[in-house]
């Protein structure tokens, strides 16, 4: 049995401490929570569970095992560290880190104390996304031409950072996932109208091989839209997360472009076949990602999603920021060639950061 204390009790918190309790191999020992109402709504759902404001409490305790951090990102980097410190793994909420440094740093300190470490990337775990992993990897699509996603709805503004640390960080993971190769680049759009942080972006990725990324996130949409487009060379895929069966659909459509012998013109051909609807494992993602961090834990294993992943993710997020302050200048990754935009590497903290900075508390 291993055993968690869980810091944070807002929004997602319940979900960490309901699952974990219904899991057979981990159990809830004590949860942690600044607001003295999550308390009162801790120990109303969860009498047995010891509650306190002091996370320091479930850090330093060795009745604790494993560490969840289900704060705001700014609180992050002090919490992670505190834990694998005293000794904890730790499951710690999206975004890993606010900052690339602070990632780098919790991804050695977890390998020196030989804890595991991994990043709550919840859409991973999804029976849509497992589905759309094997049919690129089974080469049902064919060669990946680009992915377009489309996440938007009426708030939930946040006070702390803006809508591409909030949202985007869901789709990155997604293609950090399913993307086998590094981003070259990375540009990035938007504007503040409410509240000083950006509510509106648009990001768009270069990947190696004419693979592009692209995704609109917005806090101030009419409507609520999770619709991600996948197109290959063979096939074309739509994810709609909305939908309540039919979650993703294949569509043999595309375009076939020859060159005919003597003739200079280019020869169109448009292909318009079957659509069918894979069958999708009904999971609850968050219960499948828990175990899997248990197991982890047992067997000695590194998560898919540990510390490094949530890293390329800090990356990219970081990247984004940075060419949105830019407005829309193209920050190379990878990339040795700078000449025509800017090496997030070589900008000052204050840039490469953006408006986030990281302090304590939870």
């Known amino acids: 049995m291993i055993r968690f204390g869980v810091i944070g009790y807002g929004y997602w918190g319940p979900n960490i401490v309901r699952n974990l309790e219904q899991l057979e191999e981990t159990k809830v020992v ?112 064919g060669k990946l031409y680009y992915y377009d ?15 591409i640390w909030d949202l985007a960080p869901h789709d990155l993971s997604i293609i950090d996932h399913l993307i086998q190769e590094s981003p070259e680049a990375v540009v990035a759009t938007g504007q503040t109208h409410l509240n000083g942080h950006e509510d509106v972006a648009f990001i768009t990725i270069y990947f190696p091989n004419n693979v592009i990324a ?75 990602e828990l175990s899997y961090f248990a197991r982890c834990i047992k067997q000695d294993e590194v998560p898919f999603n540990d510390g490094v992943a949530g890293l390329r993710v800090v990356k990219m997020l970081e990247a984004a920021n940075t060419s949105l302050r830019q407005r829309g200048a193209m920050i190379y990754l990878n990339s040795a060639d700078s000449r025509e935009g800017v090496r997030l590497s070589k900008l000052p903290p204050t840039l490469a950061n953006g408006p986030l900075v990281a302090s304590t508390g939870t």
């Open 214 to 288: 692209h995704i609109n996130v917005n806090w101030l949409s009419p409507v609520k839209v999770r619709t991600t487009l996948i197109g290959g060379e063979k096939k074309m895929l739509v994810w709609n997360d909305l939908e309540a069966d039919e979650k993703i659909k294949i569509y043999d459509k595309g375009v076939d472009v020859t060159n005919q012998e003597g003739v200079y013109n280019l020869l169109v051909n448009y292909r318009s076949g079957d659509m069918w609807a894979p069958q999708v494992e009904q999971v609850e993602a968050l219960r499948a």
């Open 149 to 163: 996603s489309t996440r938007v709805n009426l708030g939930l503004f946040q006070h702390d950072v803006n809508v």
């Open 30 to 141: 004590a949860v942690c929570d600044k607001s003295a109402a999550s308390r009162q709504r801790i120990q109303r759902a969860h009498p047995q569970v010891h509650v306190t404001a002091d996370h320091k409490e479930l850090v330093s305790s060795p009745e604790i095992d494993a560490i969840a951090v289900i704060t705001p990102v700014w609180t992050h980097y002090e919490l992670t560290k505190s834990a694998l410190e005293n000794g904890k793994h730790v499951f710690v909420e999206k975004p890993f880190t606010s900052n690339v440094a602070q990632a780098e740093e919790l991804i050695d300190l977890a390998a020196k104390r030989q804890r595991k470490l991994m990043v709550d990337h919840t859409f991973l775990f999804t029976g849509a996304v497992r589905k759309i992993k094997q049919v690129l990897q089974d080469g049902t699509l």
